[in-house]
């Protein structure tokens, strides 16, 4: 096969067959209580479902991703012997509660005729996954051939394999654990951050003035949480601001970064950019909550329910999710007497090596 | 000795002989550009200092501690081979920047009659050092016996030591090193935390409404920051809030914490009751700055400076400072050809364990 023709059908694989809204039965209720009215799944579509209706690869993203895969991770599309883009259909599905299409706070509650805003209800990792599952009966798929899915996506992964046992082939969750406390601490403080923005007013700001700095406060936070010490060390270090500014003199009150805060400050500002502060908060809530073995009696029944053939990804870097954490669960899935493989990704990008070195991933994803 | 005279002994010994303030010199500039008017340091002295004046231990304080050793560090007193409270004295000097009795942003800025607020002039840990050395001028103390000090203590002991050399006989210097690019980013949004609280007001908030909210952020971050995944986990894991906050049910916006949630707010709120924002910003650029063998033509030029008879502490799971980054400098000052000694503090503790392993701090150093 030529350069070319590589090129012309990665170029073909990375645009979506379908993109489209599924709308959920008119009521949908949550696990803690609340119940969605009209609420709507954005979903996108790779290739074609084959007349089995067997070869599609169910993709979950990450808190700040979406449906559309091939913006944030287009290297699952370019992974010989894990997704074959002719064969197989890829399939992205936005999760509730985010801001690229599927409901979430941002959207109008029919009830108000204003968008939920802060009123928006509690939605869980287990709802997320029982909202796809009405997709893919929809789309008359009994059983994906792989899920896959890392931090957040990991969640919904490892969800999907204890409730819905039988319609997963093969599974892969990356960087994804019920959260620790640190991790959960973490979580609070970047809530905290929004919330002290008086431009949050309660979670009700008009969309065209957004709790900016509060969000950017957050999201700088959890960027620190999702790489690691040595990357940062190696890339920052000590330099001051390559804009020029100076630490070292007195510019008045609290001027003159060093380089690591405005690379920080600028993450914040792109953040911005994209995402909503009222889906943060709800998303960093279910994220918190996430605990797939909650409500068996033992975590053993609930590991052992899983069918699948699982693959679950440490990354030795990573701090808000570690590495030993993940392994403890493959370990725990095991013992429970069913299918996983742990492998660990080495890697000083911390939790974002998922993003940030697919090629790696992939590596030991095909060993 | 019986343990009655043991507790008399130890009263006796936590109780200052003199707390005083020393007046700088009407101006004292300050290496960034600024100067100081009617500067003071206050100190705190314990036992008496002998006629030849070689007995003093000097101890210097961590971001939030004070002169009052005995108050947040009692430990130094009790330590058998380290110090000798019956011939020794162990002095205690407020930074500059604190809102401890020295001369900071809180304090009454004589050019204008006002606070200083967010006007108070970049101070560095090398001014602090030279302020502290004209006290110890006045108090005719040429050398001290030992000075010690951890985190930003740590650092003045560091500075005492290249810039100084002659004026220490021993220095131990615990958990301190220049901070690393991740350090640098916790640091920088902590103050964005800070600024972003509406009470803080450019920093001229009134003494009686201060940006609470803001500082206690930025202190639960730093919280974060001195203990380590390890501990939380252990302490609070996923546990709901003791005070029983349901974090599952739907209890309107954002409520329902974790246990780590709730203990990290309480810090909070602790140190908004004892604590100035506008120290909390002064203080951490210091620490951001501390560099110091900045200015040298080479750093085995200013590490090679050393007299005194060092030992540097790293603590094993400190993620702040990292027991690697201090046992690297222990190794450029050997190699420059000054004498140090590298121990490293084994403690699932992160950071805090100089002031949470107090005991296991003290036979690392009398070993």
Redesign the interface.
């Given at each position: 096969m030529s350069v070319a023709a590589t090129q012309i059908e990665t170029h073909h694989a990375l645009v979506p067959s379908i993109e489209a809204d599924f709308a959920l039965p008119s009521e949908f209720p949550?696990e803690?209580?609340?119940v969605l009215h009209g609420a709507v799944l954005r979903y996108s579509l790779y290739g074609e479902i084959d007349p089995k209706r067997d070869n599609v690869v169910l993709v979950c993203h990450a808190l700040s991703g979406s449906a559309r895969v091939h913006e944030w991770w287009p290297a699952i599309f370019s992974a010989p012997g894990l997704v074959d883009p002719e064969k197989e259909a890829v399939l992205g599905i936005n999760i509730l509660g985010s801001c690229y299409g599927s409901t979430g706070p941002s959207s109008i509650n029919p009830a108000t005729g204003n968008p939920y805003g802060?009123?928006f209800?509690?939605v869980?990792i287990s709802d997320i996954v029982r909202a796809q599952a009405l997709l893919l009966d929809k789309l008359q798929i009994d059983r994906v051939k792989l899920a896959i899915g890392a931090s957040i996506g990991g969640m919904q992964v490892l969800e999907w394999a204890i409730q819905l046992p039988t319609r997963l082939a093969r599974a892969i969750a990356i960087g994804a654990a019920?959260?620790?406390?640190?991790g959960?601490?973490?979580n609070?403080?970047q809530?905290?951050?929004i919330?002290?923005?008086?431009g949050w007013k309660?979670?009700n700001y008009p969309p065209d003035t957004p709790p900016r700095?509060?969000l950017a406060?957050a999201r700088?936070?959890a960027v620190?949480s999702y790489k690691s010490?040595d990357l940062?060390?190696q890339?920052?270090?000590?330099q001051p601001d390559r804009g020029g500014e100076d630490?070292?003199?007195?510019t008045g009150?609290?001027k003159g970064?060093?380089?690591?805060?405005g690379?920080?400050?600028h993450q914040g500002e792109k953040f911005n950019a994209r995402f909503d502060a009222n889906s943060y908060?709800a998303i960093t809530?279910m994220m918190?909550?996430f605990?797939p073995t909650?409500g068996y009696a033992t975590s053993d029944q609930a590991w052992g329910r899983i069918q699948a053939r699982m693959t679950l990804v440490g990354i030795s870097s990573d701090?808000l999710f570690?590495a030993s954490d993940v392994a403890a669960i493959a370990k725990q899935i095991t013992a429970a007497g069913a299918s996983c493989e742990y492998r660990e990704l080495v890697s000083n990008h911390g939790h974002d090596a998922f993003l940030a070195e697919p090629q790696a991933l992939l590596e030991i994803l095909r060993a």
């Open positions: 949550l803690a209580g609340g802060a009123n209800p509690l869980q019920p959260l620790g406390a640190m959960l601490g973490l609070h403080l809530r905290q951050a919330m002290l923005d008086p309660n979670g700095r509060g406060l700088e936070l620190c010490n940062f060390a890339r920052y270090g000590r630490p070292w003199h007195d009150p609290h970064r060093f380089d690591i805060a690379y920080l400050d908060l809530r918190d909550l605990d909650r701090w570690p």
